[in-house]
């Protein structure tokens, strides 16, 4: 993405803040890196600031204060096609384009990039193989499909043009409880292949504490910890302990 002498973290949140005109802040303060390969989980309750900062790092967003870099460079300085289109994105549901097929639809930023057709057809193919499904897919459209086979296709999309970073949106959430383990199970095996450097929001603590190397917990737009599972576990922070029960009292009733 930028100068391979650049050695540092792949994404920095430098005192970052987010508010609208109306004086609604809704980051404060966020000082955050994520390191090269790294899953990183942000994980808090709805209006913690989670999506806000996601947002902020494919400058869908702009810090109102502070600086958000992406390879040691600035978002405010990079091409913001380029820096877009070098970040895979997947969201809950997908946000596949229901007019394009499966193919088109893992093509679009090869395609963007003006690949050529035997290519582009070549990592459609690799990439249906690489999250469990079958070529058969291709010609279809998503509303032929299961909420499950939409969601691997939208991680075939964001991987398409082997972008080195990921950010994904509560990306399981809106299905049942198997497909999501299921694709919970997948997509950690995928990374532990692929090592690429993941943002994953959620709100669901299980999620969180199998999917990450480290948990950022966000609470009214500001940070309050970043362990790594094993320490979440047995942290005696007073939120975390508060989100840790809460999260276990509901379990029996999911």
Avoid: C
Avoid at 4 to 10: E, K, L, R, W
Avoid at 181 to 199: D, G
Avoid at 219 to 228: K, Q, S, W, Y
């Amino acid at each position: 993405m930028t100068d391979n002498a650049y050695a540092g973290p792949a994404i920095e949140f430098r005192d970052v803040s987010f508010q609208y005109a109306s004086g609604l802040a809704l980051l404060k303060g966020l000082n955050l890196s994520v390191a090269r390969g790294e899953t990183l989980v942000l994980l808090g309750r709805s209006g913690s600031g989670k999506t806000t900062a996601l947002k902020l790092i494919n400058h869908l967003l702009s810090p109102t204060g502070g600086q958000v870099r992406v390879e040691g460079v600035a978002t405010s300085q990079w091409d913001v096609i380029r820096l877009r289109r070098s970040i895979g994105y997947v969201i809950q549901e997908a946000g596949l384009f229901p007019h394009f097929t499966v193919a088109k639809n893992i093509a679009l930023v090869p395609s963007l990039e003006k690949w050529d057709e035997a290519r582009t057809t070549a990592r459609v193919a690799e990439m249906l193989k690489l999250v469990g499904l079958d070529q058969e897919l291709a010609g279809r459209y998503p509303r032929e499909l299961s909420g499950g086979q939409r969601q691997r296709v939208g991680v075939a999309r964001a991987l398409a043009a082997d972008p080195p970073i990921l950010l994904m949106d509560e990306p399981f959430g809106a299905l049942d409880p198997l497909t999501r383990a299921e694709l919970q199970r997948e997509f950690a095996e995928l990374q532990r292949r692929l090592r690429k450097t993941v943002v994953f929001v959620t709100h669901d603590l299980h999620e969180a504490l199998f999917l990450a190397d480290r948990v950022a917990l966000m609470e009214a737009g500001e940070l309050e910890a970043v362990l790594t599972p094993e320490e979440f576990r047995g942290s005696r922070h007073p939120l975390v302990s508060a989100y840790r029960d809460a999260f276990l009292s509901e379990r029996p009733q999911e």
